[in-house]
């Protein structure tokens, strides 16, 4: 089985100064970290990185300038049998599975793991998992702080925590 630790939008330092200790937790038990997007400061990708060396993250609309040199818009990779999109998201959260349904329409995947609305989101839709793990540290649009963990063995299993 591989854990993977799901994240997004951790806005550190401008929303929080560090990562909840809770999440900080499970991180140290992952085999993978992703992040989708909105680091804001590189060295949150440094930190992660110190966590647990398998990170895979992506640049989000709030991302300073270093942060976006260094990491893609979107990625797809594979994971056991399954193919993983990642993508941050953008435009209105009322939109973004339209948005990101469209932005991985040519390329199979089982799962699209994103962020951008702070909101979580653990939806099957048309046969693909739609993942938000909605934020960690800012609950402007959203009723908890939350992330996500996803497991995959022969099947995937996916869950939202509530901080």
Known sequence: ????????????????????????DDLKTADMIIHAG???????????KKICPNVKAVQGNMDHEEVK???PEK?????????????HGWGAPSKLIEVLTTAFENIPVDIIIFGHSHCSVN???????????GSPTDKIFAASNSYGIIEIND?????????
């Open 123 to 133: 939806e099957k839709i048309n046969g693909i998992l739609y993942f938000n793990p």
């Open 69 to 71: 040199t260094i990491l």
């Open 75 to 87: 990625e797809v990779f594979k994971i056991g049998k399954y193919r993983i999109g990642l993508a």
């Open 38 to 48: 909105d680091l804001v400061d590189i060295s949150v990708l440094e930190t992660l």
């Open 1 to 24: 089985m591989i854990k993977i630790v799901v994240i997004s939008d951790t806005h550190i330092p401008e929303r929080s100064t560090e990562i909840p200790k809770k999440l900080l």
């Open 155 to 163: 099947k995937i299993e996916a869950k939202i925590i509530k901080l």
